[in-house]
Structure formats: C-alpha cells, structure tokens
C-alpha cells in the first residue's frame, strides 16, 4: 500500500513565501537537492508530498497562486527554481490591492479557472489522494478573497477530501494592511463551510518567540517563514514518515474538531533554542510537554489558561521514550493546572515520529535529537476573535473604507453578515465553556 498524496496550495504573498521557506526544509528532510534530485534511491516517504517523473527526479505536488507576479518570480529565479514544474506556478499581472472583493469577485475571477485546471492535472497523478493543505494570510486581498473563491471550487469539485488551512491571521497590534480586519472577518465568514480545519498563526506570536526564545533582535519575513516551517514540517512529519497518530490528513478533524464550526486549534511548539545554546540545552520529555502549555510557546496571541480544552494532540518527533510521555501525561492530569471541558475528559491523543527533526542551515533554530507540536482545540482562541470583532466594528461604524469593497462587486448587506457569523462563532466558544 502506497502513501496516500496531499496537494499543497499557496496563495498570495504571504502563502507563497511560507511555501518556499516549507518545500525548503521538506527537501533537507527528505534528502532532495534543489533540482529535485533524490539522495536515497528507494526512500518513499517523500511520496505523500513529492511525484517522480520519468527522469529519476522528485517534482513536489504544488500549485503557488498569485494575482501579481513578484513573489512567483523569486521562485522562478531562486535557489529552487529547478525543484517546481514551471506549470505549477501561477501568475496574474495585478494584484487584489488587499482587497478581498477585488480577490473574490474582481480580479481573481480571471484566475479561477486556470488554478482549477492546474490543480485537476495535479490530482490526477495521484492514485490515492487524501488532500489538500492550503498556506495564505487572512489579511491580504488575494489570501482573503482568491482563497474563498478557490474553496467555493475545491468544495464543489472534491467535496470529500480533507482541505486543511494554515493561516496567518492579523497580529493584535502590528498591521501591514489598514483594511486587514475587513478581510479576515469576511474571509472567516466566507469559508466557515468549505474548510475543514483551519490553523492560525499571528506575526506576532511569531516575532516574540523569535526576540525573546530565539534570540533575534530584529526578525525578518524569512525568519518568521522558517519557523513557521519547522511547526509545518512537525505536524506533517508523520502523513509522511511512519507514524502512529495523525498519519492521514483527515485525522486532523476527527481527532480535534467536535463542532463542524469549531475548527480553529491552536498550534504550540517546543522546544525554542537558538544554535547559541544547543549544547546546553537538551530538555526531557516532561520539559517539553509542560513547554506546550506556556502561552509564550504558542502560534497566535492568547491565554490559553483564560479557556477549556476539547481535545488536545501531542505529536512527538526523535529520540522520545513512550514511557516517558505517559508520565509526563500523568502528572499533568494530577496537577490539574489544565482544565478540559467536561464531555471530553480523556484529553489527550499522542503520536511518535522517530524521524529527529531538521534544520535549515545557518537558521535560527539550534540542531534538535526531539521536539513536540501541541495542537488543541481550546475556547481560548475566542479572544482572537473578539479581539478581531472589536476592530472590525471600530472601522465599521464609521463605514471606513467600505466604497473600496462595494466598488469590486460585494453589497454593503455582506459586512453585517459577516460581523454577525464571526460574533457567532466567539459566542459558539463561549458555551462549550459553560
């Protein structure tokens, strides 16, 4: 029995630069060089991710999607630029204008059908496709509004495949885009039923554990890229090595998903420690299970002691003993510091990879023998969503910047809509809290 393929899609900027910081580090895993060479011969772990062609090379199972054409052309002309079939990347000649309007219904309507088509060729290399994991921000116009077109698509066309997201989502206090809030609640809004499970980051989780844990002063979007790779990469890890939890791509939402609308959990990960400190620094399996409790740990910006777990999955990777986890698992439950809600009492679900994981060379990140990624479904992540309402409603009472969206096609009736879903969803959290 062969592995089962995922397909990977990257939208806009944001989707696109995360993709290559991803198919990076997948290649070092895997022992790919750049041009797609393959360093071990009979090593199939790569075919969850990766197709061979006729030439003894490894293409990866990709679609990078862009309504303007620069982040496409740093591929085109980067390091990789022989590892991706050039009919995998897509191009426009102008952008959404963080627009999610422009990106649903003006521009990225002219896009639609060529990404449609290109994915439909991908899929029909695969013998057994489980599928698709999608890189976008919430915030930009095309990985807004292009990426609710697509899943509209995706949805009709392969109703039954898993489509699991990982997403940037607006950081509470830094903000490229004026209009993001916009964007993000109408993209929460437009794609609550056409996505399964939906991962969110936030830049500034990101740029905190990079300064504070990592120690670099000033991070980059290539900094930021690379860690959130290495979070990728350990929760794909066992789709493609030989694992126990979380093998197929649909776990993800049996596992953690109660509520078709509650499929937002969030993501921690440990341990952080920069190269300068990797001799010192080996934790023990306890260490680095109470580190995932630590909200500094976590991908987006809130307590999750101020929630109630639903489920939680720990998903190990190296030289980890079994034993060890379960008493580490024990002890957490007799400390009962955390709390889950009282119809899921068992808690928690635990996976092994042996694979140790890797690193980017000259990164940020030190050389580990383990690490873990925690994803849980907690009530916690209503805070982001309030904390998202709140500046949606700010802008929104003065009807700023809304001519800008009803002028690319969306009536004004849409953002009361979407106000009204996304206050749903925050108050959704609540009751299963109660």
Known sequence: MGKKEVIQIHIGQAGVQVGNACWELYCIEHGITSDGMLAYRDDSSCETFFSHTGAGKVVPRVIMVDLEPTPIDEIRTGAYRQLFRPASLLTGKEDAASNFARGYFGVGREMIDLTLDRIRLTVEECNCLQG?????????????????????G????YGKLSKVEFA?????KI??????????????????????????????????????????????????????????SCMT??????????VELVEFRTNLIPYPRIHFPLVTFAPFVPPS????????????????????????????????YMACCLLFRGDVNPNDINSAINQIKAARSIRFVPWSPTGFKIGVNYQPPATVPGGD??????????????????IAWERLCKKFSLMYAKRAFVHHFVGEGLEEGEFGNAIHNIKALSNDYKEIET
């Open 132 to 152: 698709f994991i999608i890189f976008r921000a919430f915030g930009g116009g095309t990985g807004s509004g292009f990426t609710a077109l697509l899943l509209d």
């Open 154 to 157: 995706l949805s009709r066309d």
């Open 168 to 172: 940037i989502y607006p950081a509470p």
């Open 175 to 232: 903000s490229p885009i004026i209009v993001e809030p916009y964007n993000a609640v109408m993209t929460t809004h437009a794609c609550m039923n056409t996505e399964d499970v939906c991962f969110i980051f936030d830049n500034e989780a990101l740029y905190d554990i990079l300064a504070r844990l990592l120690d670099v002063p000033r991070p980059t979007y290539t900094n930021l890229n690379r860690l959130i790779a290495q979070v990728v």
């Open 237 to 246: 890890a066992s789709l493609r090595f030989e694992g126990s939890l979380n």
């Open 277 to 308: 400190k990797s001799f010192y620094e080996a934790m023990t399996t306890q260490q680095l299970m109470m580190s995932c409790f630590e909200p500094a740990n976590q991908m987006v910006k809130c307590d999750p002691r101020r929630g109630n």
């Open 365 to 382: 990140l030190a050389a580990l023998e383990r690490a873990v990624v925690m994803v849980s479904n907690s009530s916690a992540v209503r």
